[in-house]
Structure formats: structure tokens, C-alpha cells
């Protein structure tokens, strides 16, 4: 087979990758992608999409199963519902399709080359591709590597049988009855809260001491709440140590053990980088822990290889690989461009949804500043009062010299559309006054934004 020679090769068609090689292709850069299986990558086809459309579904299924019987207080009462799992696992592939096949189409608009197989590095500027007519070398000036994450498998609860991985768990033709969940996490509560709604008795074993380690106890509080009303067990201090039968064995927080009847034991305690089985190894690139280390333009340790996306660590999240493939396509087609986001918001699709951006209270102290903190809560918002989902509030952090805003955190229902507004904030540099002096429209929970900057600077209008 011809070998290819091009300018740019990308190695995965992620987010990361997708968005660098098109990108690149935008700019008149010659350049070819290889994928090992589909585009989207993780993102798409097993992970953001996927898991979102399965979240929906709950929901609905969960909103009219409240209104069998006797009805909620909106007057609405309907028949028994019933859940088609396979229906909803075929429309949820529908969707994964028709994007798929999206992801192809911009890459093709871009005049991107697609090679289809898995790529194995020769040395640093050539790599192998067995597909299906043959092996196709690539030898290119830049390379960026773009493949990825993978599941963390806990070597004594191997995959397989009734033990899933988040993969599988978006796959599955019915519910389980039960459902343990090991690690309470992003994946574990997403997943875990979806198949509560959809009739499963969960239960979460999350080995630290709060759920959602990563965000504050006060942000996690009506997250644990909901759990709690959904019948989810939540075992925090608890550690899983095995299988005994289709049982998983624990050890609490008091030290004893337990035995956890399941028929489906959802693994999700973490994504490690792809980085074995394909050559990497040989590059000997300079690493960060498990990762790959990268400087403020994504260059790893070798000349002409950037690296973008989870195989670079910490956040693993869609929008940041993007960010960063944008980023990468433009320094290869000679823009002049460093990593110099403000924030990098993230939300936790839970119930309810979680949203950071920038600094909570706590890291900003931390990093020695004064700060002004606003809270506003959702109970009286009016908005939130005529959906039913008062939960939750809005909080604003700000320098307490200058009022510039540091961070802004929410949870409460649908606040996930309100980062975009909270990284535009934090990313133009606005102090508190200018959030304060936005006309945000009546009724919305975006409203909780503009009371948060008023409460902090002393005025707030409406508690
Ligand atoms: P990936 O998306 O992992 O793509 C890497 C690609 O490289 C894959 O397609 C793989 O097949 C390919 N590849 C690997 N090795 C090779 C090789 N040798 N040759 C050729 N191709 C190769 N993030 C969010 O921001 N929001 C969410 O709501 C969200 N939800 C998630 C839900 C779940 C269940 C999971 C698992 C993840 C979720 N994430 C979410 C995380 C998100 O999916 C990742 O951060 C994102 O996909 C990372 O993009 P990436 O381009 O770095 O890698
Ligand atoms: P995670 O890091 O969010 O959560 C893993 C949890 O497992 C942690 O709370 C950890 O303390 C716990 N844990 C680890 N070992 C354990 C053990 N032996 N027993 C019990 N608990 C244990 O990881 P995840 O949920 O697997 O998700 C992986 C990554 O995917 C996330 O970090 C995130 O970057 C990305 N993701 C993002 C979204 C989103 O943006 N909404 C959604 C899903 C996944």
C-alpha cells in the first residue's frame, strides 16, 4: 500500500482529535486522522451522548411514574407507566448514529483524510495502520496524539459477567433489579441516579468519606438529598474487596464486612490514559504520573508530537480536549497560541445538576485570596417554584479588593446551561458589578446568577 505523507497526523478522532483535525483542515493544513473504531470516540459513542440521552429518558420515565396514582400537585395523573429499555437503548443509538455520521461529514467539509484502524508508532514521525485492505504507513511532520481514556478495571472485580463497566451499562436491554454501583463519582451518580429513576434498587459503595469528592460538601448536599428520596443506597467509607458469587463483598467505614446482593455490579472508579499496546511506550515520552506531560501548547517531550485530550490528565472532559485541539490545529498551521483559559467549566449531570467554574471558596482562600462570597438559593427563584425544583442555589466568588469574579458554582435543576454564562463571565474578567448590571430575563434561574452578585456586593433584591 501507498504510503501517506502529510503535515499533520492526529491519532484518535475524540473530541480532542476530531476537532484538531478539523480545524487544521479549515486552515489548509494537509491532514489525516486515524481512528480505531468510531468517530466521536469516547465522547460520543460511549460516554457524554450516550449517557445524557439514558439520564432523559429516566427522567421522563421517572416525572410520569410520579404522577401515577394519586397524581402530583401540577393535577396530572396518568396509568401505570412502563419502561422499554431496548426501545430506549435503540433510540439512544439512533442518536449516537446520526452524529457519528456528523463527526465524518465535517471531517470530510475540512478535506481531513480518514484512515480507519489502529495506529502503531514506528518511531516518532511514522506510524503503522493495520486496516482492512492492508498496512497503511503514515509518515508526518506533526503528530498529535489523541487517543484517549479508558475504564479503570479493579484487578479483583475483573469486567465480565455481572460486573459492567459504564460501556456496558449504557448498553443494557433491561434494568436491573439491582444495582450496585463501586465509586461515587461523576459516572457512578449519573448512571447510578438513571437506573434508580428507571425502577432499579441502587446501591453506591464510594470509598471516601462524601460522594463527588471532587466538589465541596455544600454543592454535594441536595445531590445526596435527591439520592436519598430516590431509595439509593449510599455507602460512603466503604470499599469494595470482591466477589462472593453474584454478591459483592465490601468493608464499610466501621471496618465490618458486607455482602451486597446484585445482578449488575457497574464499575466506575476512574479513566486511565490509553497510553499501552500501540507503540507509545517506545517514544519514551515524559510522563505525569500515568499521563502524558504537555507544556501551555500541548508539546510533549519530542519535537513535532502534541498531546490533547484525557491521555494528558486532569479534567477528562469533552469541552477541554476540544479547547486544546483547537489550540494544537492553529500552532501547526503557524497561529501564535498558548493555554490561556481562565476556567474550564465542568458539570455533573446529576439530580440536581452540578456546575463549577473557576474557584470555590475554599481554593481561592487557598491561593491567598480575600474573597466576597454571594449565595443565592434557588427556593426563591420564581421560576424554579413553577417547575417544581426549588433545590439548589447559585454562588458567586469574587475578589474582595477588586470584586473580580473567581469563581461560580451551582447545583439545582437544568443549571448545566448556565455555564456557559459563568465561563463568559470568569473568561472576560468581570467583576461582580457587571454581572450585577446584566438585565437577565424574567422568570429564569439564570436570575440566581444576577441575585449572587448582588448579595455579595451587599444589595441583593429578592432574599
Ligand atoms: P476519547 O474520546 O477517548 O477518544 C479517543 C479516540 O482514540 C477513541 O475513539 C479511540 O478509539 C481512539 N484510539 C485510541 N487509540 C488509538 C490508536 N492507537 N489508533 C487509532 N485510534 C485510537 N465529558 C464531558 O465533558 N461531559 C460529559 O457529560 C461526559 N460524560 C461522560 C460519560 C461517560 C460514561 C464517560 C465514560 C465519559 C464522559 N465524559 C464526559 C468524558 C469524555 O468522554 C472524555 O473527556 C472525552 O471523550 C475525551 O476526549 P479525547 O478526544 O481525549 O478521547
Ligand atoms: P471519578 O473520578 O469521577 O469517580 C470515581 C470515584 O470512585 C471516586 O469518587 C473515588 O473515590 C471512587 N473509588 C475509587 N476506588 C474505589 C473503590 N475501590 N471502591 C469504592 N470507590 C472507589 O471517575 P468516573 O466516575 O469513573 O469518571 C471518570 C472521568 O470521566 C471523570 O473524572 C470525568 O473526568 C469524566 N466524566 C465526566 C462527566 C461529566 O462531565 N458530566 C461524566 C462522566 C464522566
Given amino acids: ?33 486515524v481512528e480505531a473504531v468510531k468517530a466521536g470516540g469516547t465522547c460520543l459513542n460511549i460516554g457524554c451522548i450516550p449517557s445524557k440521552a439514558l439520564i432523559h429518558a429516566a427522567e421522563e420515565f421517572e416525572k410520569v411514574s410520579h404522577m401515577a396514582g394519586n397524581g402530583g400537585p401540577l393535577g396530572i395523573t396518568v396509568e401505570t407507566p412502563k419502561l422499554d429499555l431496548a426501545k430506549t437503548i435503540a433510540w439512544k443509538d439512533g442518536i449516537v448514529g446520526r452524529l457519528n455520521s456528523g463527526v465524518l461529514g465535517l471531517l470530510r467539509k475540512a478535506k481531513v483524510k480518514i484512515v480507519h484502524g489502529r495506529a502503531q508508532f514506528r518511531d516518532g514521525k511514522t506510524v503503522e495502520v493495520e486496516t482492512e485492505t492492508g498496512t497503511q504507513v503514515i509518515r508526518a511532520e506533526t503528530v498529535v496524539i489523541a487517543t484517549g481514556s479508558e475504564p479503570v478495571e479493579l484487578p479483583f472485580l475483573p469486567f465480565g459477567g455481572p460486573v459492567i463497566s459504564s460501556t ?31 425502577g432499579a434498587q441502587v446501591t453506591v459503595v464510594e470509598a471516601t468519606p462524601q ?40 468493608e464499610t467505614a ?27 511506550d517506545e517514544l519514551d515520552l515524559d510522563r505525569a504520573g500515568k499521563f502524558l506531560r504537555i507544556d501551555d501548547r500541548c508539546r510533549t517531550s519530542m519535537r513535532g508530537i ?12 469533552a469541552h477541554r480536549a476540544m479547547a486544546q485541539g483547537e489550540m494544537v490545529a492553529e500552532i501547526v498551521a503557524g497561529r501564535k497560541r498558548t493555554w490561556d483559559k481562565r476556567c474550564i467549566p465542568a458539570v455533573c449531570f446529576t439530580d440536581p445538576e452540578i456546575v463549577t467554574a473557576g474557584l470555590s471558596p ?13 449565595q443565592f438559593p434557588f427556593n426563591a427563584n420564581g421560576r424554579a417554584m413553577t417547575m417544581l425544583s426549588e433545590d439548589g ?53 439564570s436570575e440566581g446568577f444576577q441575585e449572587a452578585a448582588l448579595k455579595a456586593l451587599g444589595h441583593a433584591l429578592h432574599i
Fill in 393 to 445: 442555589f447559585v454562588r458567586i466568588v469574587a475578589r474582595a479588593d477588586s470584586n473580580l469574579v473567581l469563581g461560580i458554582q451551582a447545583v439545582g435543576a437544568g443549571v448545566s446551561e448556565l455555564s456557559s454564562a459563568f465561563a463568559l463571565a470568569i473568561e472576560m474578567g468581570a467583576r461582580l458589578e457587571d454581572v450585577a448590571a446584566t438585565i437577565h430575563a424574567h422568570p429564569t434561574r
Fill in 211 to 250: 460522594i463527588l469528592p471532587q466538589y465541596d460538601a455544600e454543592l454535594v448536599k441536595p445531590v445526596a438529598k435527591r439520592l436519598a428520596d430516590l431509595g439509593i443506597r449510599v455507602l460512603t467509607g466503604a470499599r469494595a474487596k470482591g466477589l462472593s458469587g453474584n454478591a459483592l463483598l465490601i
Fill in 1 to 33: 500500500m501507498k504510503e501517506i505523507v502529510c503535515k499533520l497526523l492526529v491519532i484518535g478522532a475524540g473530541p480532542g482529535g476530531y476537532i484538531c483535525a478539523i480545524r487544521a483542515g479549515q486552515l489548509g493544513v494537509d491532514t489525516v486522522i
Fill in 254 to 280: 466501621e471496618g465490618t464486612e458486607e455482602q451486597l446482593e446484585a445482578d449488575k455490579i457497574l464499575v466506575t472508579v476512574g479513566r486511565k490514559p490509553r497510553t499501552e499496546g500501540w507503540g507509545l
Fill in 168 to 198: 456496558d451499562a449504557l448498553s443494557l436491554k433491561t434494568v436491573p433489579q439491582k444495582l450496585v454501583v463501586v465509586g461515587g463519582g461523576y459516572i457512578g451518580l449519573e448512571l447510578g441516579t438513571a437506573f434508580a429513576k428507571m
Fill in 362 to 374: 475554599d481554593e481561592a482562600r487557598a491561593q491567598g485570596y480575600d474573597v466576597r462570597v454571594g
Fill in 306 to 317: 502534541h498531546a490533547i485530550g484525557d491521555i494528558t490528565g486532569e479534567p477528562m472532559l
